[in-house]
């Protein structure tokens, strides 16, 4: 089972993005229900923040700027962080028609 956020060393990782507050990190937004997850610290912190990078993610920005990343693994991010950064994520909700192998024999 994945846990929402976890804290090992100097890593923070963030796995889900319901809205949640943790002792350095919050996560805003309402997802699932809206396509768009916030994420700051709120204590300066440095830190390395990793974010899982789903199939259904559009955009990452930082403070404004966008961010590359690989689908189905992680983002990390190594830096200084301040109260003040604020990390995107956009997500493409846009249901997708997929084929179920047929399990019927004829």
Do not use: M
Not at 6 to 17: Q, S
């Amino acid at each position: 089972a994945l846990v929402a956020v976890t804290e090992k060393g100097n890593t923070v990782t963030v796995n889900l993005f319901e809205p949640l507050t943790s002792e350095d990190l919050v996560v805003e937004g309402n997802y699932p229900y809206e396509p768009q997850a916030k994420i700051h610290f709120t204590n300066d912190k440095e830190t390395t923040l990793r974010v899982r990078t789903p199939k259904f993610l559009k955009k990452v920005t930082l403070n404004g700027e966008e961010l590359p990343f690989t689908v189905g693994t992680y983002l990390a991010i190594n830096k200084q962080w301040t109260s003040k950064d604020l990390l995107v994520l956009e997500f493409d909700f846009t249901l997708e028609e997929v084929p179920a192998p047929d399990l019927v024999e004829g």
